[in-house]
């Protein structure tokens, strides 16, 4: 049934000057019906400027940001940290479908609902985290989404349980782990170790990877190269 879509999808290949795609995994699926021609990796780039974090606190303040739905589950991630010893705090930044239900959620922990917030309101309350949360769905996909672009862009360390491109990006360049978020041991190693972390150094390397990879000029000005090349 698919045969018709991938003579398309080769003839479209073949014809065209040059490939691009947005993830590595992308670049890979392209290659295989583009008779290995190169493919050029632009991730999908932001304009996250740099912020000066806080002083760490006595508890641990997470902080998740984005968009409340069933694609972001916290529900296993909010009942393993009830069974944290640590004090912890949870931020939950941004609105949608599950909003209302997040704010009636009783807790053992203490978790404060800010809302959408944006620009310097946004960047405010971030100073303040020392840990990113990044849930998925279980079949979100092979990509590195922009949350974690965004994430890494603040310069502070990052749990998520999406592996494949995104969990080995930030395995290879130390800026966070891979956890299974419905097993609280496995949360809490993982809180532990990166609320131990050097803030200022951790910092410091993930705005260089931020710059590298993710930095909406820079990429915008090498897809502009490309295209004059042509």
């Known amino acids: 049934l698919l045969y018709p879509w991938r003579v398309m999808l080769r003839y479209s290949f073949s014809r065209s000057n040059k490939l691009i795609s947005m993830s590595e995994q992308q670049a890979s699926f392209a290659k295989k019906y583009s008779n290995g021609r190169d493919v050029e990796v632009f991730y999908i780039g932001d304009n996250?400027?740099?912020?000066?974090?806080?002083?760490?606190?006595?508890?641990?303040?997470?902080?998740?940001?984005?968009?409340?739905?069933?694609?972001?589950?916290?529900?296993?991630?909010?009942?393993?940290?009830?069974?944290?010893?640590?004090?912890?705090?949870?931020?939950?930044?941004?609105?949608?479908?599950?909003?209302?239900?997040?704010s009636k959620y009783v807790s053992k922990i203490k978790i404060i609902m800010h809302g959408r917030k944006t620009g310097d309101e946004l960047h405010s309350l971030v100073k303040d985290c020392d840990i990113l949360l990044a849930p998925f769905a279980i079949n979100y996909g092979f990509s590195l989404p922009t949350k974690i672009s965004t994430y890494i862009g603040y310069g502070i360390p990052i749990l998520t349980n999406l592996d494949f491109e995104a969990g080995h990006f930030l395995k290879k360049y130390e800026l966070g782990s891979v956890v299974n978020f419905g097993n609280p041991e496995e949360v809490e190693v993982a809180i532990n170790y990166w609320y131990e972390v050097d803030r200022i150094e951790h910092y410091r390397k993930s705005r260089i990877v931020y710059e590298e990879f993710f930095n909406i000029d820079r990429i915008s000005n090498e897809i502009t190269d490309l295209i004059h090349s042509i």
């Open 48 to 102: 996250i400027p740099e912020i000066s974090l806080s002083e760490r606190s006595k508890s641990i303040k997470l902080f998740f940001i984005g968009t409340l739905s069933p694609a972001r589950p916290l529900d296993d991630l909010i009942s393993s940290l009830e069974k944290i010893i640590t004090p912890i705090e949870l931020n939950i930044i941004g609105d949608g479908d599950d909003f209302e239900r997040y």
